[in-house]
């Protein structure tokens, strides 16, 4: 058993049953039901609304995005954002409005995570996180886990505090497919020119309004398309190739876009000095005549960086939470 009766409040924590039945919502059980509530677009202003006495909470999370439809929230098919909304309010015993689960940005279906950041907020304390930490473990399916959590400053936004993400995209340039790369890294049966995909790659590292390799989004905010790489590598480690990304912030399918293009400069289809033509050009059909876009599964969110002042617990806060060893006293079984 998780234990989740006895986890840890600095003060014992409302219910939102009757609050969510009063709205003609559902409290959810954790078992795939969901709160008929506003989708998770209302989030940011839920968060904004919040009282003083709030608190905040930052996690670090991983997943396999092979089995889900992408972060964000809608409940069938299940998604991350879903997945641990779904933990969240079995532990806490608060609606998904009242806790305003917000991550640091959308992934695609099939997309994967080593370093997806979120937030969220309780109207209690905690005195110690690593029970919490231990019970949405719990409780999540195994292709996700919080890595981290800690305590966060009324003033951290997972999304908007962002100083810079980092994408990795993996290509497998062997011969023969390996199976274990299989759902996680692109498989080219053509042989790359690394080098020609470096040259190629400095072209996108600056300053530069990115509208030719972002994919249109209908319903969502609008967002600037002028975007800043700071470094984009191609790494060679045995038959993989990996591509490494980072920039202030990147539009819908931007990085597929962008390795889309390589991949063709790599198998000599176009010269290195086509993407800023393609940059310039500043019309997603001047790219879609040259290239569709590279399949999510090679692509990872590696890591979100913030101000580290930002990512300091405030005073008093309990101690981050990076997860619990277990330990036995005593072994009655030896393995050999």
């Known amino acids: 058993m998780l234990g989740l009766a006895a986890l840890p409040f600095a003060s014992p924590p409302p ?7 009063a709205a003609g919502g559902n409290i959810s059980l954790g078992d795939g039901g969901h709160f008929a509530v506003p989708p998770a677009e209302d989030a940011d202003d839920a968060d904004k609304a919040r009282t003083e006495g709030a608190h905040k909470w930052r996690m670090v999370i991983a ?34 409005k009242e806790l305003c689960l917000v991550g640091s940005g959308r992934t695609d279906t099939g997309v994967h995570a080593w370093g997806q950041v979120a937030h969220f907020t309780t109207p209690f304390a905690y005195n110690c996180l690593d029970s919490i930490h231990t019970a949405i473990n719990g409780l999540l399916p195994r292709e996700i886990r919080v890595r981290e959590i800690s305590a966060a400053h009324p003033e951290f936004h997972a999304r908007t505090s962002t100083r810079s993400k980092i994408y990795h995209y993996k290509i497998h340039n062997g011969t023969v497919m390996d199976p274990f790369h299989n759902l996680y890294a692109y498989h080219s049966v053509y042989k790359l020119n690394s080098q020609a995909m470096r040259e190629a790659a400095k072209h996108f590292v600056g300053i530069h309004d990115f509208t030719s390799f972002a994919n249109a989004v209908h319903n969502d905010r609008v967002r600037s398309p002028i975007k800043k790489i700071m470094r984009f590598d191609v790494v060679e480690m045995g038959a993989i190739l990996q591509l490494e990304v980072e920039g202030t912030g990147f539009l819908y399918r931007q990085v597929r876009n962008m390795v889309a293009l390589l991949l063709q400069v790599g198998m000599e289809a176009l010269p290195p000095n086509i993407v800023p033509k393609i940059i310039a050009a500043r019309d997603r059909r001047e790219l879609a005549k040259v290239a569709l876009s590279a399949p999510p599964h090679g692509l990872y969110l590696m890591s979100v960086n913030y101000d580290q002042e930002m990512l ?19 072994c009655k079984l030896l393995f050999y």
Do not use: M
Request: charged fraction near 20%; aromatic fraction near 8%; glycine fraction near 6%.
């Open 15 to 21: 219910r939102a049953a009757a609050a969510a039945a």
């Open 63 to 96: 997943y396999d995005g092979t089995k889900f439809k992408g972060w964000q929230y809608q409940p069938s098919p299940p998604t991350i954002q879903c997945c641990i909304e779904n933990a969240l309010t079995h532990i806490t015993k608060l609606d998904r």
């Open 312 to 330: 300091k617990p405030p005073e008093g806060s309990p101690p981050i939470s990076f997860g619990r060893t277990r330990q036995v006293s005593k």
